[in-house]
Each structure stands twice: as structure tokens, then as C-alpha cells.
DNA sequence: TACCCCCTTGACATTAGTGTCAGGGTCAAG
DNA sequence: CTTGACCCTGACACTAATGTCAAGGGGGTA
């Protein structure tokens, strides 16, 4: 599979998948002309990396935990690992925010019409206090090179 | 409280925190000096930026959805509930693929180590074959402007 | 009062990801 | 053989997030 159609199957463009490359992320094979080939398995890592980079993770990152990242190979994922399960969490944490915010605002779009249903009713929203806590992540100020 | 402390309490830096509010999306009250000051409610909203920006938001596109931001009003939420839940989406799937990706790593660390413990083990690696499904998120080519 | 630490705004620098273009090759269809 | 649609590399541009510095003010404490 070529880098056009390759790309349209995960969604990114051509250049992106030439700077995964770049970066060390990715290594396509290359056909007699000199074209890359993207065989399943590159797609399968292209379609991880396009996923950690839209969530946050610079290249670097992703390179550091590459080990972790191909098909095979169990070998020298532990130095990644921590980083993954730590960035895991800060996802977590999003994700449960996320979908708490998306929980109460639904609640607060039904109340809201059924206020407009009958606007006879008075009732008052109860106030249902989002979690007060301040998650913190480690400052990590800018990955020291 | 302060600019600094308030950084401390979120895992930013001061600089962040007043791009937050250069972009639009936090306008902490100023005490009579012209210091900036934030209340608990400024706190959990920067979190919640902190949280966005984190995870591969841009400002522009945490300031869309910024009614859904706030502790309160359930008022024109509704055009970025769509954004809100679609970027979920794109965070459900990574979600699901990394803790698929940890549990296996998990279970070759484990192989690992018994294949250590006792060398004479010949058993191969079973080939637990992660989803070769291509997840396609939209192509957003950059925000228009 | 002097000192220190915090604050403000504004400017400039850096980095990453990406778009886009130029100059040139591959290859299949007409 | 020409044409059109790909591909390659390399370069330049842009944007966003962030660091950092300069110039100056606020305010508590020795």
C-alpha cells in the first residue's frame, strides 16, 4: 500500500506519515522504485502513534516508549511502561471529568427543556457540584533534550 | 490566590496560565493592585484546560466548547456537546487500545519472567493478535480561520 | 529605607506538527 | 511517446504552546 492510500486509511496526511518516519516512529518499507510500502503491520503502528500524538504525546514521547508500541517484541518495554501507565492516568482522569461534565450537562439540557415544557414549574437547579478536587500532574516542564 | 501559587496548586506555569487567559478561556478577577486572582471556581475551570490542552486540544478548540467549561450555565452547551463527544470518542478508542496494549505488554513481562525463572521452558509466544481494525478518525486538517 | 520576592505587560525565541511548493523520478493508460 | 497521477527529497512558512528576559510596580520584613 502507497503513502496516499495508506494515509487516507488512517486519516492523517502523507506528510504526517513522512514525519512519523522522521522522527524514528515508523519505518515503512521501501518497493524497488523507492516508494515506501506500508504493509498491515505499519498501518496497525501508524494508526497507535496518529493516536498518541492526537492525544497529547509529542514524537519524542512516542519514541521512548516505541519498544511498547510494535506488534511483537516484549523486550525493552519497562523503561516505557511507567511512562505509558502515568500517562494513562492523566487520560483516566480526563475521561472521568469528561464524561462526568458530559453527565451533568445532559442533565442540565433535559431540566432545561422540560422547564421550557412547562414553564409553570419553578423548581431550582439543585446544584449538583462538580467534583471540587485539583487533579495535579507532574510538571513536566519541557522534555530536556 | 496568587498567579504562582495557583500554577503550583495546577502543575503549570505561570506563562500557561496567562495563555489561558490571552486565549480566551479563563479571566481570573484582579485584586486592587492589578495582581490576578483565582477563586476555587478559576482553579477547577484552568484544570480543566490544563486537562484539554493536555490531551490534544487547542485553545481555539477548548474556547468552543467553552460554555461547557463552566460550573454552572447549561446554556449554549449544545454546539460544542458535539466536539465534546466526539473528541470522547477518539480518547474512548485510545483508551481501550493502550489498556488493550499495557494488558498484553503486562502478560509478556509476566512470559518474560517465567521464561527467566525456569529457562528449560520452550513454550513460544501464543500470538495474541491485537485488533487489526484501523480506527479512522476525521480528518481535521487545521482549524480554519 | 533597603531588600527580596512577587506581580504586570510586552517582546522575542524555540519547538513541534503540519501545509505547501519546487525539482525531479516512476509508471500505467491513452 | 505523451499525459496524468503518483512518488521522492528538501526547503520554507505557519501556528500553537511555552520559555525567557526586560523594565517597572507592589508590598512585607530586616
Redesign the pocket.
Known amino acids: 500500500m502507497?503513502?496516499?492510500?495508506?494515509?487516507a486509511h488512517l486519516g492523517?496526511?502523507?506528510?504526517?506519515?513522512?514525519?512519523?518516519?522522521?522522527?524514528g516512529l515508523l519505518t515503512?518499507t521501501?518497493?524497488?522504485?523507492?516508494?515506501?510500502h506500508y504493509g498491515p503491520a505499519d498501518l496497525r503502528r501508524a494508526g497507535r502513534i496518529?493516536d498518541m500524538?492526537?492525544t497529547g504525546?509529542?514524537?519524542?514521547?512516542?519514541l521512548a516508549m516505541a519498544p511498547c508500541l510494535s506488534d511483537d517484541g516484549a523486550g525493552a518495554c519497562e523503561a516505557g511502561l511507567a511512562d505509558l501507565e502515568h500517562k494513562l492516568s492523566q487520560i483516566d482522569r480526563l475521561i472521568t471529568d469528561l464524561q462526568a461534565r458530559r453527565r451533568t450537562t445532559l442533565e442540565r439540557i433535559a431540566q432545561f427543556r422540560g422547564t421550557l415544557s412547562n414553564a409553570n414549574n419553578e423548581r431550582k437547579d439543585p446544584g449538583h457540584d462538580p467534583d471540587p478536587r485539583i487533579a495535579v500532574p507532574d510538571?513536566v516542564?519541557?522534555?530536556q533534550?
Chains 1, 2 share one sequence.
Open positions: 502507497q503513502i496516499k492510500e495508506a494515509a492523517v496526511s502523507p506528510r504526517s506519515l513522512r514525519h512519523y518516519e522522521q522522527a515503512p521501501r518497493d524497488a522504485n523507492g516508494y515506501r496518529r500524538i492526537a504525546f509529542s514524537t519524542r514521547e512516542v510538571r516542564p519541557r522534555r533534550r
